[in-house]
């Protein structure tokens, strides 16, 4: 499988939304990754329902939902009529996991569970058969722009052990602080899918940078 290039949109110029979501659909990216942040579970706030419900209108590819949110079972039903074909929630505001992971594929969509970097994979290992998408965050979640988290390479690694000794086929997303500085040895690890929200957006060329990064991790 090649790695896949999900740009987060968190990073994008909000106020030309629809011009940075038609650079993604033009370019090498395969994801649009989508951060929902409630001001709870984290100490900030991006967007809502309304405007996924706008991405959702321009977005030709897979749309990745990360919520960032405190009992994120009220919404399962809505997201999922929003277009979100990947729903991650965290380990950390879920109390029963396994339901939740259930009713997020009963609604149509894969299952994806995010931990904080202070969370560890082998809290999975009970679960791991029933996940689609583990987000190992390299970031302590709630903004972009922050620098990676060098011990993301070790989790990769255990998690990655984890899924092949358990026979899964959950794939490895890493989320936070990714460049071309990290992106390779990430892939090395074992990791899946790479987000990028301000690598890409912030670079001068974000249509170049995705391709760069592309070819860096599937050459
Ligand atoms: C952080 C978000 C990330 C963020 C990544 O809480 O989950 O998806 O947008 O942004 P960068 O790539 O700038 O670290
Ligand atoms: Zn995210």
Sequence with gaps: MSIKIAPSILAADFANLQR???MVNQSDADWFHIDIMDGVFVPNISFGMPVLEA???HAKKTIDVHLMIVDPDRYIKTFADLGSNILTVHYEACTHLHRTLQAIKAEGMKAG???NPHTSVTLLEDTIKDIDLVCLMSVNPGFG?????ENTYKKVKQLK???NRNGASTIIEIDGGVTDKNAK?????GADVLVAGSFVFRSENPLKTIATLNSQVNS
């Excluded at 722009?145 to 988290?149: D, H, K, L």
């Design 20 to 22: 940075d979501i038609e």
């Design 55 to 57: 991405i959702s209108k």
């Design 113 to 115: 569970v995010a931990l």
């Design 145 to 149: 722009g922050q620098s990676f988290i």
């Design 161 to 163: 052990e984890i899924i």
């Design 185 to 189: 040895q990430l892939v090395d690890a």
